[in-house]
């Protein structure tokens, strides 16, 4: 319903105003920065993404850039927006000011909107979901037998929300950019390892024994509080601003995995695991 909203609001400014009218403001290119790693990666954690067999999408989400007009809007705000999808709605609608606009009032209801999302701990959990075991049993054998990782089967590591929540897509967008600036790493509500994945890091199974090399798909736990509130557009004369009420915060926490890695546990063992 929400991505209506814009069309709505157009149509609503275009009956209700005489004097300022309404036109789409033209929308900026957000800007593509790298975030800086601030986790330090284990060695036992390693990148596949070139040896990965399914080419995962680059989950690329830059701040949405807003507009003059939106960034007034969001400035007269006195909870914060940083929901992109509301910023992206604001950005498609502006109002040009006129001199004979005094005396002139309207409030326009733009919806109930998760406005903001404040991050209270970023924890990486680097053995998150196994996604593989390879085995050899060299219990026969005289001298140490090598092996090295090969995925055996397509394996898809999903994260999510651990609660349900009000408008969940957008909750799950504003957590994701914000774990991902706190930690600088490629993170994805999903990510999918490929079969026949394979790295060339080689580990040693000595005579006598069973080597066991696991691997696990790496996360992020993501927890803090998520801020929603009604949301009206107000016009006043030559002033505009948006008001926000019935203001509301609820604690949430998520699961997102990092994308195209895997961390790996390797085991000798007299017996079968």
């Known amino acids: 319903m929400k991505k209506y909203l814009s069309a709505l609001v157009a149509g609503l400014l275009f009956m209700l105003l005489s004097l300022p009218s309404v036109h789409a403001a033209e929308k900026q290119e957000p800007k593509k920065e790298q975030a800086k790693q601030t986790v330090k990666i284990p060695n036992s954690v390693l990148n596949i993404t070139k040896e990965n067999t399914y080419p995962n999408p680059t989950n690329d989400m830059p701040t949405l850039q807003p507009?003059?007009?939106?960034?007034?809007?969001?400035?007269?705000?006195?909870?914060?927006?940083?929901?992109?999808?509301?910023?992206?709605?604001?950005?498609?609608?502006?109002?040009?000011?006129?001199?004979?606009?005094i005396g002139y009032r309207a409030i326009i209801y733009l919806g109930q909107w998760p406005l903001n999302y404040e991050s209270a701990e970023t924890s990486p959990n680097w053995e998150y979901q196994k996604i593989n075991t390879n085995y050899f049993d060299n219990?026969?054998?005289?001298?140490?037998?090598q092996i090295h990782y090969v995925q055996e089967a397509q394996k898809?590591?999903?994260?999510?929300?651990?609660?349900?929540?009000?408008?969940?897509?957008?909750?799950q967008k504003m957590?994701?950019?914000?774990?991902?600036e706190k930690t600088g790493l490629p993170l994805a509500f999903q990510t999918i390892i490929g079969a026949g994945t394979k790295k060339d890091q080689i580990y040693n199974i000595p005579p006598k024994r069973l080597g066991y090399l696991y691997g696990y798909a790496p996360a992020v736990n993501e927890k803090g509080k998520v801020t929603y509130g009604e949301v009206y557009l107000m016009l006043k004369g030559n002033k505009k601003m948006i008001i926000v009420k019935n203001v509301t915060s609820q604690g949430i926490g998520a699961w997102i995995p990092v994308q195209d890695h895997v961390s790996f546990g390797f085991v000798a063992s007299e017996r079968p695991r």
Request: no cysteine; aromatic share 4%; glycine share 6%.
């Open 139 to 145: 219990r026969g054998g005289k001298a140490n037998y």
């Open 156 to 171: 898809v590591v999903k994260g999510g929300l651990t609660a349900k929540v009000q408008d969940a897509d957008d909750v």
């Open 67 to 101: 507009s003059e007009f939106t960034e007034e809007l969001i400035n007269s705000s006195k909870v914060k927006i940083e929901n992109p999808d509301l910023i992206r709605m604001l950005n498609e609608t502006s109002v040009n000011s006129t001199p004979f606009a």
């Open 175 to 180: 957590m994701l950019l914000k774990a991902s």
